[in-house]
């Protein structure tokens, strides 16, 4: 085991995927048509690019400064400045974000197997998975800023055709241009802090910039706008307030699609950005303040409209979101090794209560927990499984998002007390909502599930959808214990300097037991609310009602963005006031005028028929068009034009053609 | 004496023309298979001389496969063609836009014989354009081709088509006065028609009759008019809307291309003082172009009048590349060029086939066409991702190349603050560009188009062409970009870049 991976093999981690991709497109579509025959593929091809990563991290536990260096070759050279190279940057970061990646994926595709059987779209839909991955496992893996938004892209325009899959529904159409828009409004930003870079320092190269950064080189304002740039695009593509509204609506694609994209690929693209780029954020105290703030925010704002969110896939949407935020906030109180750990474990966690969410609706037809209930019975594993994920993400002891949470709590309540204290309630917060679910969606009494669901009785999932549940269920109890020791840290941050406290040590401290009770606490009220009914549900909607309407509209963002700046100032107002001017003043005013007016009467005054006849109506402007039209169709065919036009080509061709025979 | 071979590539299409035009009694069939032949051949040439070009730094701004003849000593004007690097791209994209758009034309079959003889006009005239060293010969090329482009919308056009082909004449003859009183003044200040030879003249200590500016804003009005710079672009969207839809390829993909091309090769080239002078301005333009260009594609509901509106935002990004005056954001703007020819080519040769095959232009009235034509489905997506520039796209690789060489110029001072708002632009394209995709393919199908066919085999062919090419210069960029740089490198030295 002592081998290290040779370099060729390190470049099939991204091309095996793509290359699925491509045999299914090109080969397996059009000319065998055999759906399971793509599926296969696809599933093979990320095995293979997860044998491989795993060789990789194998390979950088042993190497200097875990890391491996890839030879590169020009892409696009154009002076001294954009000289643009493909190579792979592999250290330990990748490594951790290659297990990730190709882990859930391979999950996903596997559960895919039951959840997509007989879709019509099935080659489509293994097709794109496999692409998807692909440009994920290049974002992590490219050396070069460049390259990096090319792959950033990629994930980005696959999500779109996965959310839209089912591009006959409106919603999702809406929903994948949604999803596009917003994020590439991030992306303005990202593309603005890699020209910001290329032009003060000339390269484009990652760790080149790092240097750069550590150097004090690259400093001051341009380090400050470039890494809050590059924080724009996370804010992006990953969810954050104020871009967070595509995330909610992206349930619009098939389940599987959501368990990826909101575990491994799309939104962990932003948090892996900053990680990335986290030597030019610990040089800006601004830009890494500001990491730290829109994550803290994004948690507990996120977190409040999960409370009261009747979907299954929404209130999990939000739970992502919000824990999308607890990285951002580990990341800026903490630094790489704390955000990227709860990336890590959130994947899992977080992959398996997508796929369990899809499971259960898979047995009922409907993502409405108001029409679920009662499933504990029917659906075992499925309900053990979502549990266990449940524990985990509210942060119970000695599961793995206790772990990573915990870490993020204890660096914030020395640098940012406020948002220490924000974070702790979220901690309740994500306690409380997951517990709703939980016990809504398998407590109680069966209430019937979709109308249009025409298997009344819900059954349990095939095992093929089991399997990998159970898989992420032994990571959702176990991943965090990689850094019970401080191990997992270690790899990412040489320098790392916390202190752990082993398996039971940690509980010798006050912090990790007060945030155990406020999630305690949590699961207790959704207990008293949802199971044992204590508390009418009702009753307490009523007694918040201000905060249930603001919550459940979702703070009206999507009013305010969607409907008021789209439609109504943008398309309504300031677009339509172009297209007005536009036709109106320029084409038909000045244009019209000038143009039309001054060539016609200035330089072809002789063609006297054709000025008093056909121009005056277009020139003056406010001609009705018809009969502009009319006019102009009567100059064309009094044939002044054409006899104009035939003098100029007869001449012309017999020069020519008299210069190419005697030349 | 070497074989002629630009001559062979001009001329041969207007060869063509003249056999369709005076033998009697051919088909149309066989016409259609002359009009193939007659440019298929200047394509297989112009990609040879593409892989023989010689792209060593040795021959930076050096004019290669030269032509020369006297032709009226008198003012010594001259028959002197040559291509550069900058010039050489763009003769493959008109003599590959030439052959596809006679395949795009096979379904024709409304006077086909005046049809095929000045399509293959058009395309000897825009050859010449781009092949003319000799600012007489230039302009004479020039303005042929305003003859083909009249008949073959007033004719074959569609919706206002006698209107759109007369407002297309007027402006263009209107920039062609402006251009044609342009190369007097520059004539009658040198004593020269020689580009080359005036490039490398300094203008400067001439006696002039007119100021310099002057003669440079006359020539750019003239190349404003084609690119087109708001304000002058109201014809294009009239004309582009009512072409027929291989003629509109031709007007998208390579005809616009003349004004870019000539603002670099003779603004710029020529006239580098005034181009670094008046820079910020046109910079200006240029983010006007952008936004506003896609502002008012926003709000269109034809099909093909909403893909005539993104061209002049993205014309916008040329503009904005050229006048940056950096060695990157012109190459980034020759790309840009190349690669909006055949992304905007694709998109109208399948918007046409989408509007043939339905019957229906109006985005509101269509709708889940994704089920009924699944392949045109995909091809019109990518041609879309290529419109608002996703990477792998040649779009992408040349909006990015911009924006790079443009930010990074340090030749005009401001360069950044366009480069800033123009970026909007991108954000922009995928808004309307998405919206066009759902309004046109995705959502319920509608039964009314249950009986419409999908694209025919010689549709995939030349869309799969097309196709190729937006992906290998998206994947392989440096396959044009070398070229490029060949000819703009000594260009772009001009400023110390």
Redesign the interface.
């Known amino acids: 085991m002592e081998t290290v991976i040779p370099n060729e093999l390190v470049w099939l981690i991204f091309l095996l995927p793509i290359l699925s991709f491509a045999v299914i497109a090109l080969f397996v579509r059009p000319f065998l048509n055999n759906p399971r025959l793509s599926g296969y593929i696809s599933i093979s091809a990320i095995f293979g690019s997860f044998i491989l990563s795993t060789w990789v991290l194998i390979s950088l536990l042993s190497a200097p400064g875990h890391e491996l260096v890839i030879p590169d070759f020009n892409w696009l050279v154009i002076d001294s400045a954009i000289n643009i190279h493909l190579g792979l940057m592999i250290d330990s970061l990748t490594a951790v974000m290659l297990i990730v990646v190709t882990l859930v994926s391979l999950m996903v595709q596997l559960y895919s197997q039951g959840y997509m059987k007989g879709d019509p779209g099935y080659h489509r839909y293994y097709a794109l998975l496999s692409l998807f991955t692909a440009s994920m496992l290049g974002l992590v893996m490219v050396d070069n800023l460049l390259l990096m938004f090319v792959f950033w892209e990629m994930v980005g325009l696959c999500s779109y055709l996965l959310i839209g899959f089912w591009f006959h529904r409106p919603a999702a159409a809406n929903a994948a241009k949604k999803a596009f828009i917003v994020t590439r409004i991030g992306d303005f930003g990202f593309l603005g802090a890699i020209l910001l870079l290329l032009s003060q320092t000339g390269t484009l190269d990652i760790a080149q910039l790092h240097s750069l950064a550590l150097a004090g080189v690259l400093t001051g304002t341009v380090l400050t706008w470039a890494a809050i740039g590059i924080f724009l695009g996370a804010i992006g593509k990953s969810a954050q307030f104020p871009l967070h509204v595509w995330l909610p609506d992206a349930m619009e694609g098939p389940t599987p699609v959501s368990a990826l994209i909101h575990a491994a690929t799309m939104v962990a693209a932003g948090v892996f950005l900053v990680a990335r780029m986290f030597p030019l954020f610990e040089h800006s105290e601004v830009a890494l303040l500001t990491v730290a703030i829109i994550g803290g925010l994004t948690a507990i704002f996120a977190a409040t409209m999960g409370l009261v969110m009747t979907d299954i896939k929404r209130v999990l949407a939000y739970s992502t979101i919000s824990q999308l935020g607890y990285m951002m906030l580990g990341l800026g109180v903490g630094g790489i090794a704390i955000g990227i750990f709860h990336l890590f474990n959130h994947a899992f966690f977080k992959a398996l209560l997508f796929l369990g969410a899809g499971s259960v609706s898979h047995a009922t037809g409907t993502f409405d927990m108001r029409q679920m209930g009662g499933l504990r019975k029917v659906m075992p594993w499925t309900y053990a499984t979502f549990l266990i994920a449940s524990l985990s993400i509210a942060g119970i002891w000695p599961l793995a998002g206790f772990w990573s949470k915990d870490e993020i709590l204890a660096s914030s309540i020395n640098n940012q007390p406020i948002l220490f204290y924000l974070a702790m309630v979220t901690v309740f917060m994500t306690a409380f909502y997951m517990f709703r679910v939980v016990f809504l969606t398998f407590g109680g009494q069966y209430r019937g599930g979709s109308p249009a669901n025409h298997s009344p009785r819900p059954h349990e999932s095939p095992s093929v959808m089991i399997t990998p549940m159970v898989v992420l269920a032994v990571l959702a109890v176990g991943s965090g214990w990689f850094n019970v020791t401080g191990g997992f840290s270690r790899f990412l941050e040489p320098s790392e300097t916390h202190v752990f406290q082993g398996f039971f040590g940690i509980l010798a401290h006050p912090l990790p037991w007060v945030s155990l009770i406020l999630a305690g606490a949590g699961i207790l009220l959704a207990y008293a609310i949802y199971s044992a009914r204590w508390l009418s549900a009702e009753r307490i909607g009523r007694l918040f009602e201000p905060f249930y309407v603001v919550f459940s509209n979702k703070y009206w963002f999507d009013e305010l963005y969607e409907n008021i700046i789209a439609r109504i100032v943008l398309l309504k107002g300031l677009f339509a006031g172009i297209k007005l001017f536009d036709s109106r003043f320029i084409d038909r005013g000045i244009n019209a005028f000038f143009i039309e007016n001054l060539v016609v009467r200035r330089f072809f005054s002789g063609l006297k028929s054709f000025d008093n006849r056909g121009i005056d109506g277009a020139v003056n402007g406010v001609a009705d068009t018809t009969v502009a039209t009319g006019r102009v169709l009567r100059i064309a065919q009094t044939g002044q034009l054409q006899l104009y036009g035939m003098f100029i080509i007869l001449g012309i061709l017999a020069i020519s053609l008299a210069l190419i025979f005697f030349s | 004496m070497s074989f ?1 071979y630009l ?1 062979t590539i001009i ?1 041969l299409p ?1 060869a063509g023309a003249i056999i369709i035009a005076l033998v009697p009694r051919l088909s149309s069939r066989q016409i259609k298979y002359i009009a193939a032949l007659f440019t298929l051949i200047p394509l297989a040439i112009s990609l040879g001389l593409f892989a023989a070009f010689d792209r060593s730094a040795a021959m930076a701004g050096q004019m290669q496969f030269e ?1 020369f ?1 006297s ?1 009226i000593p008198l003012i010594n004007a001259n ?1 002197h063609l040559g291509v550069d690097g900058l010039s050489l791209p763009l003769v493959v994209l008109m003599s590959l836009l030439g052959f596809l758009a006679v395949l795009l034309s096979w379904k024709m079959n409304l006077r086909v014989r005046e049809y095929f003889a000045w399509l293959l ?1 058009l395309e000897t005239s825009i050859l010449g354009v781009f092949t003319s060293l000799d600012l007489l010969l230039f302009f ?1 090329f020039w ?2 081709e ?2 083909p482009m ?1 008949f073959l919308i ?1 004719i074959w056009g569609a919706g ?1 088509k ?2 759109s ?3 297309y ?3 263009t ?2 920039g062609g ?1 402006l251009m044609l009183a342009g190369i007097l003044s520059l004539y009658f200040t040198t004593g020269s028609l020689n580009m080359v030879e005036i490039a490398q003249t300094d203008l400067a200590p001439l006696v002039t009759s007119i100021p310099l500016a002057a003669i440079f804003f006359l020539l750019l009005a003239g190349f404003a008019v084609k690119l087109p710079i ?3 672009h ?1 014809w294009l969207p009239d004309a582009h809307t009512d072409a027929p839809t291989a003629v509109s390829v031709i007007l998208a993909g390579t005809l616009i291309k003349m004004g870019g091309y000539a603002m670099i090769r003779i603004s710029i080239g020529i006239f580098p003082q005034a181009a670094q002078d008046y820079a910020p301005l046109l910079l200006g333009l240029a983010a006007v172009n952008v936004v ?1 260009g896609a ?2 594609t ?2 269109q509901t034809d099909i093909k009048r909403l893909i005539a509106y993104s061209s002049i935002s993205h014309m916008g990004f040329v503009l904005l590349g050229i006048f940056a005056l950096g ?2 954001s012109l ?1 980034g703007a020759g790309l840009q060029m190349f690669s909006h020819g055949i992304i905007t080519g694709l998109l109208f040769a399948v918007a046409g086939i989408v509007m043939h095959n339905t019957g229906e232009r109006d985005i509101s009235k269509l709708g ?1 066409l ?2 009924q034509m699944p392949a045109i489905a995909v091809i019109f997506t990518i041609a879309g ?1 290529g419109a608002m520039g ?3 796209t040649s779009g ?2 040349a909006e ?2 911009i ?3 443009a ?2 110029s340090n030749v005009v001072s401001g360069v ?1 603050i366009y ?2 708002i123009s ?2 632009g ?2 922009l394209a ?2 309307y560009t ?2 066009l995709l ?1 309004r046109v ?5 509608l039964e009314k188009f249950n009986q419409v066919r999908d694209a025919d085999n010689l549709e995939k062919i030349y869309c799969a062409i097309f196709i190729a090419l937006i992906f290998l210069v998206g994947l392989y ?2 396959i044009l ?1 070398d070229v490029f ?1 060949t000819g703009i490198a000594p260009i772009a030295a001009l400023f110390g ?1």
């Open positions: 002629n001559s001329f207007v032509e003849a032709w028959y006009l004479i303005e042929i305003i003859i009249y007033s206002r006698e209107y082909a007369m407002k004449v007027l402006y003859l209107f006065a708001i304000p002058l109201t506003y502002a008012v926003l709000k060695e990157a190459v889940g994704a089920r991702l996703v990477p792998t992408f690789i990015v190349t924006f790079l060489g930010f990074a950044q480069t800033i970026l909007l991108i954000l995928a808004a998405l919206w759902q393919f995705f959502g319920p199908v960029p440096m970009t740089r870049g």
